[in-house]
Nanobody, 115 residues
Framework: QVQLVESGGGLVQAGGSLRLSCVAS????????MGWYRQAPGKQRELVAT???????NYADSLRGRFTISRDNAKNTAYLQMNSLKPEDTAIYYC?????????WGQGTQVTVSS
């Protein structure tokens, strides 16, 4: 089994920054893809960004340039640096790890951006 724990969410003013972290533990194979998704109230969960191993990245077009995904394999941790935050970025942000054809999700961390 794989466990994912997100942290770093919170309340921030528009224009501010936050960095989310996702720590993975358990039976993790070295080849995996980690990603961030988000779900705003009343909306479907959507892709934010993914990062493979080694390091190939993919972003939602609307977020490219403001958000940056990275990972530290030694710490089994993925990060999401979010800059120039907007009120429409308010959502629960979820971490996902895909390994050997299975998806694992974290419990989510709330990000609220005030105007």
């Amino acid at each position: 089994q794989v466990q994912l724990v997100e942290s770093g969410g919170g309340l921030v003013q528009a224009g501010g920054s936050l960095r989310l972290s996702c720590v993975a533990s358990g039976n993790i194979f070295s080849f995996n893809v980690m990603g961030w998704y988000r779900q705003a109230p009343g909306k479907q969960r959507e892709l934010v960004a993914t990062i493979g191993n080694p390091g190939d990245t993919n972003y939602a077009d609307s977020l490219r340039g403001r958000f940056t995904i990275s990972r530290d394999n030694a710490k089994n941790t993925a990060y999401l640096q979010m800059n120039s935050l907007k009120p429409e970025d308010t959502a629960i942000y979820y971490c996902k790890l895909r390994s050997v054809g299975r998806d694992y999700w974290g419990q989510g961390t709330q990000v609220t951006v005030s105007s």
